[in-house]
């Protein structure tokens, strides 16, 4: 099970999955060409990328809602073409995806175990499935109140703190979460990061998909960039800084390219809107003096 990428781990550690030289075409559409990627337990991989790059392509093959059409797919070891998300579902493999699946209505307790449901007899066993859950959530660290409370009421964090509990109780050995962080503010994207954290704790190989090199930073061990449906970045965490993984995602030469077309723009400018050729303010230009007349006014030195 050997491959070219360079491990610092502790020997006998073995991928959970590995992808080489990967390729997926719609048609015409070459989505993904030559991607290797290998997940390990406890880790969190990272994959960048801007929009159209190919990163949910690959989490789909992983996830089992597209086949590869050239390269390699190995589950612990095992090549696979995975036909449909149960069969990744039973190998362990769970993913929560930004607009989630969960039922808005349905309170948390039954979307925890929805599709698992406990039963006992005919009936469903709500106080065991309501304990369980309440367990779970609690060993998690994350507080929800009461659990009759529908889903839809909770905000964007904790459902997927939600999601990320869940596919841990259900056995998941590889959780990919799509771009949880996304819609959500600075605190929310902490506490998810955090059970980010938390899944690789619990020994999990997590696939952290993010557009956000900051978010991917705070909890990578490994980071890859797609553009275009190719590798461009594949580093581990100390081989990078976080300078260089923003740097390598905004694309160097690309940030050069549009500096050199923002050279007129000069930031900071501040122009009189009723005389708009009149500059108040700007690199080199005198201060804008506060208490004048407009109250849009800048005070201070822009
Ligand atoms: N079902 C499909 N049929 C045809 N082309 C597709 C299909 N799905 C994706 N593509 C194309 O494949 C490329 C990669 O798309 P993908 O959705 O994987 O990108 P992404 O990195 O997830 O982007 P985003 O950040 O916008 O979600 C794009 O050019 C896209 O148009
Ligand atoms: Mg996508």
Not at 10 to 34: C, F, T, W
Not at 183 to 192: I, R, T, Y
Not at 199 to 216: E, M, Q, S
């Given at each position: 099970?050997?491959?070219?990428t360079?491990?610092?781990?502790?020997?006998?550690v073995?991928p959970l999955?590995?992808m080489?030289d990967?390729?997926k075409?719609?048609?015409?559409v070459?989505?993904?060409?030559g991607?290797?990627?290998?997940v390990y337990p406890?880790?969190?991989?990272?994959?960048?990328?801007?929009n159209g790059?190919?990163?949910?392509?690959?989490?789909?093959?992983?996830?089992?809602?597209?086949?590869?059409?050239?390269?390699s797919?190995?589950?612990?070891?095992?090549k696979?073409?995975?036909?449909?998300p149960?069969?990744?579902?039973?190998?362990g493999?769970?993913?929560?995806?930004?607009?989630?699946?969960?039922?808005?209505?349905m309170?948390?307790?039954?979307?925890?175990?929805?599709?698992n449901?406990?039963?006992?007899?005919?009936?469903?066993?709500?106080?065991?499935?309501?304990?369980?859950?309440?367990e779970?959530?609690?060993?998690m660290?994350?507080?929800?109140?009461?659990?009759?409370?529908?889903?839809?009421?909770?905000?964007?964090?904790?459902?997927?703190?939600i999601?990320?509990?869940?596919?841990?109780?259900?056995g998941?050995?590889?959780?990919?979460?799509?771009e949880?962080?996304a819609?959500?503010?600075?605190?929310?994207?902490?506490?998810?990061?955090?059970?980010?954290?938390?899944?690789?704790?619990a020994?999990?190989?997590?696939?952290f998909?993010?557009?956000?090199?900051?978010?991917?930073?705070l909890?990578?061990?490994?980071?890859?960039?797609?553009?275009?449906g190719r590798?461009?970045?594949?580093?581990p965490?100390d081989?990078?800084?976080?300078?260089q993984?923003?740097?390598?995602?905004?694309?160097?030469?690309?940030?050069?390219?549009?500096?050199?077309?923002?050279?007129?723009v000069?930031?900071g400018k501040v122009v009189?809107?009723?005389?708009?050729?009149i500059?108040?303010?700007?690199?080199?230009?005198p201060?804008?003096?506060?208490g004048?007349?407009?109250?849009?006014?800048?005070?201070?030195?822009?």
């Amino acid at each position: 099970m050997s491959t070219e990428t360079i491990h610092r781990r502790p020997p006998g550690v073995e991928p959970l999955v590995i992808m080489q030289d990967v390729g997926k075409s719609y048609g015409n559409v070459h989505a993904l060409r030559g991607v290797n990627l290998e997940v390990y337990p406890g880790e969190v991989t990272c994959v960048l990328g801007d929009n159209g790059a190919g990163k949910s392509t690959l989490i789909k093959i992983m996830a089992g809602l597209h086949e590869h059409t050239s390269g390699s797919f190995e589950v612990n070891g095992v090549k696979r073409h995975l036909a449909s998300p149960r069969a990744a579902q039973a190998l362990g493999i769970a993913t929560v995806y930004q607009d989630l699946a969960l039922a808005p209505l349905m309170s948390v307790w039954r979307n925890f175990f929805m599709g698992n449901e406990i039963r006992s007899g005919l009936f469903l066993d709500a106080r065991r499935m309501k304990t369980i859950a309440d367990e779970e959530l609690q060993k998690m660290g994350i507080q929800i109140g009461d659990l009759d409370r529908p889903v839809g009421g909770l905000s964007g964090g904790q459902k997927q703190c939600i999601a990320i509990a869940r596919a841990i109780y259900f056995g998941a050995k590889v959780i990919i979460l799509d771009e949880p962080t996304a819609a959500l503010g600075v605190k929310q994207s902490g506490v998810v990061l955090k059970y980010i954290a938390k899944a690789r704790d619990a020994g999990l190989g997590v696939v952290f998909i993010t557009h956000n090199p900051h978010h991917a930073y705070l909890v990578g061990n490994h980071f890859i960039i797609l553009k275009l449906g190719r590798l461009t970045l594949d580093a581990p965490r100390d081989a990078l800084t976080l300078d260089q993984l923003t740097a390598e995602m905004a694309g160097g030469q690309e940030l050069d390219e549009l500096k050199h077309e923002l050279g007129d723009v000069n930031p900071g400018k501040v122009v009189d809107p009723d005389n708009p050729e009149i500059e108040l303010a700007g690199p080199g230009k005198p201060k804008v003096q506060a208490g004048s007349s407009r109250d849009h006014e800048p005070k201070g030195e822009v």
